[in-house]
């Protein structure tokens, strides 16, 4: 019997080295630690968490600033439901509107209302300026194309669909069919 990763059920257990393990703990601190920094900051200076932030920054980028919920939720990297709480909220503060789509009235578009396109922008420069503090200031250039790298290769192997779109070029979500409102979604 041979796994994906070319090893049969009697070899013997894989063990990281010790240079692999200091690696693997440091990048658990890093996802530990990163996202709470970028959810602080994005709490204090716009009253939104990293993840509010992520959902108006998606729809910022969209054409005509609206998508599918499923693109977003792809997007985003989460699941429905959660995004659907999360909308649910941003709605409620006049930053998004959903609405059923014209071509097919089971699927749900986001639209970001000017509101929501006001705090998006608003919002950047800090979370842009937390970014470069917390990952980039201290690395050099060959040292940001080095993780770039890295990352590039872990993502290959996590992603291998590039769902996200950061390997071939199409970061840019696509349009919501038809993303002119219907009818509003309640």
């Known amino acids: 019997m041979t796994t994906t990763r070319g090893t049969t059920a009697t070899d013997e257990p894989r063990w990281l080295d010790a240079e692999?393990?200091?690696t693997w703990l440091r990048l658990q601190a890093v996802i530990e630690?990163?996202?709470a920094a970028l959810d602080q900051q994005l709490r204090r200076d716009s009253d939104l968490t990293h993840f509010e932030y992520m959902v108006l920054a998606m729809l910022?980028?969209?054409p005509e600033r609206a998508l599918r919920m499923t693109e977003l939720a792809r997007l985003t990297s989460a699941t429905l439901p959660r995004l659907s709480?999360?909308?649910r909220r941003l709605e409620a503060r006049g930053?998004?509107?959903r609405c059923t789509a014209p071509d097919d009235r089971r699927a749900t578009i986001s639209h970001l209302t000017e509101d929501g396109w006001r705090k998006v922008v608003a919002s950047a420069p800090g979370h842009a300026r937390t970014v470069l503090?917390?990952?980039f200031d201290d690395l050099d250039a060959d040292e940001?194309?080095?993780l770039a790298g890295a990352l590039g290769k872990v993502l290959a192997h996590l992603d291998p669909h590039d769902r996200f779109g950061l390997e071939d070029g199409s970061r840019r979500p696509q349009a919501a069919p038809g993303s002119e409102p219907v009818r509003r979604r309640r």
């Open 85 to 87: 709480h999360v909308a």
């Open 144 to 146: 940001v194309a080095a």
């Open 20 to 22: 692999q393990m200091r």
């Open 133 to 135: 503090e917390d990952v």
């Open 33 to 35: 630690l990163l996202p």
């Open 95 to 97: 930053y998004v509107e």
């Open 60 to 62: 910022s980028e969209a």
